[in-house]
C-alpha cells in the first residue's frame, strides 16, 4: 500500500476524519459514512468525529481486491443502450 501520512495543523497524524478517508480512497464522504454504519471500515469515534486510521484502509482495500469484474448495477448499461442503436432516418 502507498505510504501516507496526513498533517493536521501541522503535525503528522494516521487517522484521517471523513473527508481526508474519502479523498484517501477517491469516494465521496457517504460512501465512507455508509462502511462505517455497516461495521465493514473500522473506525474511531471521539465525541462526535469519526477518525479512520490509514492502516484501517489500506485492510479494507486489501480484503476487497479482486479479479472479477461484476458492475454495481447490474443491467443498467443494457437499459441505457436500449434504442441507442442505428436510427432509421426517414430518407429513403
Given amino acids: 500500500m502507498k505510504s501516507y501520512t496526513s498533517r493536521r495543523d501541522g503535525i503528522p497524524t494516521?487517522?484521517?476524519d471523513v473527508d481526508e478517508a474519502s479523498a484517501y480512497l477517491d469516494v465521496n464522504r457517504m460512501a465512507i459514512y455508509r462502511l462505517v454504519k455497516s461495521g465493514d471500515l473500522p473506525h474511531v469515534?471521539?465525541?462526535?468525529?469519526?477518525?479512520i486510521t490509514v492502516d484501517a484502509l489500506d485492510r479494507f482495500v486489501t480484503d476487497h481486491e479482486t479479479t472479477d469484474w461484476n458492475p454495481a448495477h447490474p443491467g443498467r448499461?443494457?437499459?441505457?443502450?436500449k434504442g441507442k442503436g442505428r436510427r432509421k432516418t426517414g430518407g429513403k
Avoid: P
Fill in 14 to 16: 494516521i487517522v484521517l
Fill in 77 to 81: 448499461r443494457d437499459n441505457a443502450m
Fill in 45 to 51: 469515534k471521539i465525541g462526535s468525529s469519526i477518525r
